[in-house]
Nanobody, 123 residues
Framework: QVQLVESGGGLVQGGGSLRLSCAAS????????MGWFRQAPGKEREFAAV???????YYADSVKGRFTISRDNAKNTVYLQMNSLKPEDTSVYSC?????????????????WGQGTQVTVSS
């Protein structure tokens, strides 16, 4: 298992930026596919972005062109740079780790999760 801790959330005005971090401990992050998911009140958890163990990236259409996922294996950390934020981006953002993930958008494919960090975007 790998333990994940997110940070970097907060309150930001629409159009602003935030960078989320996901720090891992317990195992080397480099062997995992790492995803960011988000969940707004009353809604299901939804996929935002993933960076595979090989460094490939994929994004949900709703965040493509505005969010950038990256990983620093030396620091055992994954990042989500969020630009041009909109009120509809308001959610709890969680990072997740999985090995040999086939369906990147499915939460069930990931085995380890962080506790989440709140992102609130005001209009």
């Amino acid at each position: 298992q790998v333990q994940l801790v997110e940070s970097g959330g907060g309150l930001v005005q629409g159009g602003g930026s935030l960078r989320l971090s996901c720090a891992a401990s317990g195992r080397a992050l480099r062997i995992y596919d790492m995803g960011w998911f988000r969940q707004a009140p009353g809604k299901e958890r939804e996929f935002a972005a993933v960076v595979t163990s090989r460094g490939s990236t994929y994004y949900a259409d709703s965040v493509k062109g505005r969010f950038t996922i990256s990983r620093d294996n030396a620091k055992n950390t994954v990042y989500l740079q969020m630009n041009s934020l909109k009120p509809e981006d308001t959610s709890v953002y969680s990072c997740a780790a999985g090995r040999f993930v086939n369906n990147y958008v499915a939460p069930s494919e990931y085995t380890d999760w962080g506790q989440g960090t709140q992102v609130t975007v005001s209009s």
